[in-house]
């Protein structure tokens, strides 16, 4: 299989994994909220990224050569932003609705591609976008197009929407780090961007917009915290 096959093959293992990830993710809310849920989350895979990128390509990969700078604000925008912004969505959504915004990462990803690059896809190409665009709004809209009027399409869809975005902009800047191996860029944006969440949370926090878990919350949701974490984060983010 060539590169091109394989790309479709990751990124249709990602896909696969995220859209199980927003209906587990949605019970985890039921005790702990995005803001603490993304720090638990982040800060256990950042970790086992940079024990990763350790092990695989040694103590020097783990430099910035510079960059720190860069890297953080995608990491944030990557990590920080899509995060946030989806649990934060989905906590006032249909975790299907999530599911499948979030599966339409590739489709996104050629729409913004399109624009910058203004080349547009070959025709076929375009009739896979509108199928899929027209099979999104569907299920986003239980099949009643008029329920957009009516607003039973809410803001929580629109930040799921957004954080996906934000996601397909970090993902493209990975291009900006050709020197860097796929492993590197994730693992050192990965723990820069969790500083961000780990500070918004802390933010959130203290003004009161945000609750702490207790250690029974977080322990009643392990399970769910452990897929979206390894699969969720890990193995899907890398793929």
């Given at each position: 299989?060539?590169?091109?096959?394989?790309?479709?093959?990751?990124?249709?293992?990602?896909?696969?994994?995220?859209?199980?990830m927003f209906v587990i993710g949605?019970?985890?809310?039921?005790?702990?909220?995005?803001?603490?849920?993304?720090?638990?989350?982040?800060?256990?895979?950042?970790?086992?990224?940079?024990?990763?990128?350790?092990?695989?390509?040694?103590?020097?990969?783990?430099?910035?050569?510079?960059?720190?700078?860069?890297?953080?604000?995608?990491?944030?925008?990557?990590?920080?932003?899509?995060?946030?912004?989806?649990?934060?969505?989905?906590?006032?959504?249909?975790p299907e609705s999530a599911a499948?915004?979030?599966?339409?990462?590739?489709?996104?990803?050629?729409?913004?591609?399109?624009?910058?690059?203004?080349?547009?896809?070959?025709?076929?190409?375009?009739?896979?976008?509108?199928?899929?665009?027209?099979?999104?709004?569907?299920?986003?809209?239980?099949?009643?197009?008029?329920?957009?009027?009516?607003?039973?399409?809410?803001?929580?869809?629109?930040?799921?929407?957004?954080?996906?975005?934000?996601?397909?902009?970090?993902?493209?800047?990975?291009?900006?780090?050709?020197?860097?191996?796929?492993?590197?860029?994730?693992?050192?944006?990965?723990?820069?961007?969790?500083?961000?969440?780990?500070?918004?949370?802390?933010?959130?926090?203290?003004?009161?917009?945000?609750?702490?878990?207790?250690?029974?919350?977080?322990?009643?949701?392990?399970?769910?915290?452990?897929?979206?974490?390894?699969?969720?984060?890990?193995?899907?983010?890398?793929?």
């Amino acid at each position: 299989m060539g590169k091109p096959g394989e790309g479709a093959v990751l990124g249709i293992v990602a896909g696969a994994i995220w859209g199980g990830m927003f209906v587990i993710g949605k019970s985890a809310l039921e005790r702990v909220d995005a803001f603490h849920l993304t720090t638990i989350r982040y800060g256990i895979a950042g970790a086992i990224f940079l024990a990763l990128l350790w092990a695989v390509e040694g103590r020097e990969a783990l430099r910035f050569d510079g960059r720190a700078l860069r890297l953080w604000l995608l990491g944030s925008l990557g990590f920080a932003g899509f995060n946030l912004l989806a649990f934060t969505g989905l906590d006032h959504a249909r975790p299907e609705s999530a599911a499948l915004i979030v599966a339409a990462t590739p489709l996104a990803t050629a729409f913004i591609l399109w624009l910058r690059t203004r080349v547009a896809p070959r025709r076929a190409v375009l009739g896979t976008f509108v199928v899929a665009l027209i099979g999104v709004f569907f299920v986003v809209t239980h099949g009643d197009p008029a329920s957009v009027a009516r607003g039973s399409v809410g803001w929580g869809d629109a930040l799921v929407l957004a954080g996906v975005v934000s996601f397909v902009f970090y993902t493209l800047a990975a291009a900006d780090f050709r020197d860097f191996s796929p492993l590197r860029y994730t693992a050192l944006t990965a723990g820069l961007g969790w500083l961000t969440v780990a500070g918004a949370t802390l933010a959130v926090t203290l003004v009161g917009w945000s609750q702490q878990p207790s250690a029974a919350d977080v322990w009643a949701v392990t399970p769910q915290i452990a897929y979206i974490t390894i699969l969720g984060a890990v193995v899907a983010v890398l793929a």
